[in-house]
């Protein structure tokens, strides 16, 4: 057992249909899942020949990885179906030799109905042709693989009460949903995959989105900052606060004196800006809460508002509303500058729609901006309350 651990251990794959394990060494010799499942069910009818090797096959495998969709899956190469099937014949022969067969009547067409679900479900078995009637190859192969499982599938029947009579015995019935099974685990594994494929995505995505919000936010931003100051000091305190942050975010640290509650945050909040940006920023909170997941989603969008209003609403005072309820976390963001028009924005300018719209939805909530040249701009942001 310590050496089958100390093995390289091939990942399970998303394409499965109870654990992933034939999926994964498919993916591992570059063959077609559906090749390599058809060869352990039908091992598995001599003497449960082919539950052991699954059981063996899972111990020297490991969990796919969940942050990793793209599937590490190689060429198709029908030479390995070959010599797989003619591994498989090879131990059947082996196991009728030992007495491990349950006879010629039920392997037989049991070895059909496998290999008609294996042609049925592989790809690229026979050449293309041309583009008029490339869709012929695929269609002759579907059609010679269903046939072969429904021969196989009608021999079992006939065998265990009889096909005319397959609505009265239990033993026929069993094989026909059997059959149907075996032809449709296929596509239940593939859905199954899809599924989990467009999850993984999505997490990645939305971390992707999450890591682009952040970077905007304290290393663009304090980029910005140092390129507008003439004082060496300054840029050198702007770059020590910066790299201080980016570790701390980098190794999910928590800086010495770093706010723990919604109330201290916004006014940390709004001493910082205050600071960096020379306008006056006249902050309200009412209700308060200890920091996780969404407050810390609404202080973040909150302070690109900031940023946005300081740098570019040309006043010199910005209001903040802030309000936790047991329900829900509000935040306003007024000021009475110069407004704009948000379809005017670039393309490639993405604080509003990344760092602020964005960030609040991932967290649940909404935000709402309004804006005229002008009149000004408010951002509304509501973020539902984690129930305790």
């Known amino acids: ?5 100390a093995l390289p251990r091939v990942p399970r794959s998303s394409d499965r249909v ?15 899942p559906t090749v390599v499942r058809a060869a352990i069910g039908l091992l598995t009818l001599a003497g449960g020949i082919g539950a052991v090797l699954y059981g063996v096959a899972a111990l020297a495998s490991a969990p796919a990885a969940r942050n990793n969709p793209e599937r ?11 010599a797989i099937a003619c591994g498989t014949g090879a131990i059947l022969v082996a196991a009728r030799a030992m007495g491990l067969w349950p006879g010629d009547g039920i392997m037989f067409p049991a070895a059909a109905a496998a290999v008609g679900t294996a042609a049925a479900w592989m790809h690229g078995v026979v050449p293309k042709a041309t583009s008029s009637n490339a869709w012929l190859p695929r269609f002759v192969q579907i059609v010679a693989g269903v046939t072969l499982l429904g021969a196989g599938v009608i021999s079992l029947a006939n065998r265990t009460g009889g096909l005319a009579n397959v609505g009265t015995s239990t033993s026929a019935i069993a094989v026909v949903v059997g059959g149907l099974a075996m032809f449709g685990a296929p596509a239940f594994g593939r859905v199954l ?3 989990d494929d467009e999850r993984a995505m999505r997490i990645r ?3 992707r989105a999450s890591v682009a919000a952040h970077l905007h936010d304290s290393v663009l931003q304090s980029l910005v900052l140092m390129q507008r100051s003439d004082d060496p000091r300054r840029m050198a305190s702007l770059a020590r606060r910066q790299e201080r942050e980016l570790r701390a975010w980098l190794y999910d640290t928590q800086l010495v004196g770093e706010p723990a509650s919604l109330h201290a945050a916004i006014e940390a909040l ?3 800006i205050e600071t960096d940006h020379d306008v006056r920023v006249e902050a309200v909170v ?15 969008a909150i302070r690109e508002a900031l940023v946005n209003a300081a740098r570019h609403a040309d006043v010199d005072q910005v209001d903040v509303f802030v309000e936790a309820d047991d329900t829900e976390l509000t935040g306003f963001v007024r000021d009475t500058g110069c407004g704009f028009d948000r379809a005017q924005i670039p393309a490639d300018r993405r604080g509003i729609s990344d760092s602020i719209v964005a960030r609040v939805q991932r967290a649940g909530g909404t935000a709402v901006l309004t804006s ?17």
């Open 1 to 5: 057992m310590v050496a089958l651990q």
């Open 18 to 32: 109870v654990a992933g394990v034939a999926g994964g060494w498919a993916d591992r010799w570059g063959v077609e």
């Open 72 to 82: 590490l899956r190689r060429a198709t190469n029908h030479r390995r179906h070959l």
């Open 193 to 195: 995959r899809s599924l």
């Open 205 to 207: 995505e939305d971390e």
């Open 270 to 272: 709004a001493i910082e």
């Open 286 to 300: 009412v209700g308060d809460q200890p920091l996780d997941a969404e407050s810390r989603a609404l202080v973040a």
């Open 372 to 388: 005229k040249p002008g009149a000004g701009t408010e951002v509304e942001l509501r973020v539902p309350r984690r129930a305790s």
